[in-house]
C-alpha cells in the first residue's frame, strides 16, 4: 500500500510559476510510474504528465514546454515544476501512484491562476 501527500499548490497570476510536491510512504519500492492530473472545476479530471521508475516522461499536450515532472534524489518525492501558468490550468492537481496491484491517488491540492 502506498500514501501520497500533494503540496505546493496556491494563488498565482498568469505568467507566474508553482512547484507541485507529491510525497510518497509505503510500498514505494513497488511503484512503477508517477502520474500527475488534475480537475478543473466542473470538468473531466485529465491526465497531465507522467514519469516511470526508468525515467522516461510524457506530457499532455496542453502542458508540454510549460510543466516538468521530476524524481527527488531521496525517490519517495516526485515535482511539477508549473511555469507560464494560464488562467485555464486552474484545477485540483493529484498525484497517482502506479502499481502492479492498481492505483493509488493522492488528496489533491489546489491551484488556481488569475488573469
Known sequence: QV????????LVQAGGSLRLSCRASGSISSINAMVWYRQPPEKEREFIARITTGGSTNYADSVKGRFTISRGNAKNTVYLQMNSLKPEDTAVYCCTARMSIGNYWG?????????
Open 3 to 10: 500514501q501520497l501527500v500533494e503540496s505546493g499548490g496556491g
Open 107 to 115: 488528496q489533491g491540492t489546489q491551484v488556481t491562476v488569475s488573469s
